[in-house]
């Protein structure tokens, strides 16, 4: 199986966690907060597992905000999940590219970009700007 390397799309920083190892390899950790719970997730690098662990359990169907343990930023999409209508959570892949994730728990909706990154963040910033 394809292990990928993620880090943050927004400081670079590494979000992975050789400490901690889910499938036999470095877990990808994020902050989530749901339902005013605050905790850490973490999730299997290798492409295609749906592997993850989290500090505290999270309800199937519940709606996760995800951050970068590193700088803070909320890691949403602008892009939402065609099969569940929630936001996508992307990360981004050290080598390029991207993969969004749907935020909902228990929605197994995967995306990965290994190219067009450029275009994926640019529209994200002028979604964003928008609100501003
Ligand atoms: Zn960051
Ligand atoms: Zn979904």
């Known amino acids: 199986m394809l292990q990928i390397n993620f880090e943050c799309p927004y400081c670079k920083k590494s979000l992975m966690d050789p400490s901690y190892q889910i499938d036999d390899h470095p877990s990808l950790k994020v902050t989530i907060i749901f ?3 605050c ?24 709606l996760t905000r995800f951050f970068c343990p590193n700088c803070g930023t909320e890691l949403r999409s602008h892009r939402l999940c065609d099969k569940c209508n929630a936001p996508m ?8 590219g991207l993969v969004e994730v749907c935020s909902r728990r228990g929605c197994e909706k995967h995306l990965a970009e290994f ?10 910033y002028t979604a964003y700007s928008s609100y501003m």
Request: glycine content about 6%; charged content about 30%; overall charge negative.
């Open 35 to 37: 339902e005013n719970k």
């Open 39 to 62: 905790g850490w997730i973490r999730m299997s690098s290798l492409y295609g597992s749906t592997h993850i662990e989290s500090e505290h359990p999270i309800p199937d169907k519940t």
């Open 89 to 96: 959570v992307p990360f981004k892949i050290t080598e390029g």
């Open 115 to 124: 190219e067009d990154l450029e275009a994926e963040l640019k529209a994200f």
